[in-house]
């Protein structure tokens, strides 16, 4: 579970990470906010894109089981564990 949080947290992340990267490029001060104050509602919006845009591929195009799934029941007195068929 923790896998697929931080791989969100990081695509929601990139595009601030880009900008920052072509701040450093363009030799600004990163930490400005003069720099940061126009472009962050863009680039929240561009990291939200990329985020349902992962959600949406993985959603579509993740494999899944082809067996299905028996739960944990009580079979002749004895607990049996939920297992896939």
């Known amino acids: ?7 969100e947290g990081l695509l929601f992340l990139a595009p601030f ?4 990267l072509f701040l450093m ?9 003069e720099h ?4 962050i509602v ?3 919006m561009a990291g939200l894109l990329l ?5 949406l591929y993985k959603g579509f195009f993740t494999e899944r089981p082809a067996a299905g799934f ?3 029941h009580m079979e002749n007195g004895q607990f049996v564990p939920g297992r896939f068929k």
């Open 17 to 20: 990470l880009v900008f920052g």
């Open 1 to 7: 579970m923790i896998r697929v949080i931080l791989t």
């Open 36 to 39: 940061w104050s126009g472009p």
């Open 70 to 72: 028996e739960p944990p």
């Open 51 to 55: 985020v349902l845009a992962s959600f």
């Open 25 to 33: 490029l363009q030799r600004r001060k990163v930490l400005d906010v």
């Open 42 to 44: 863009w680039l929240a």
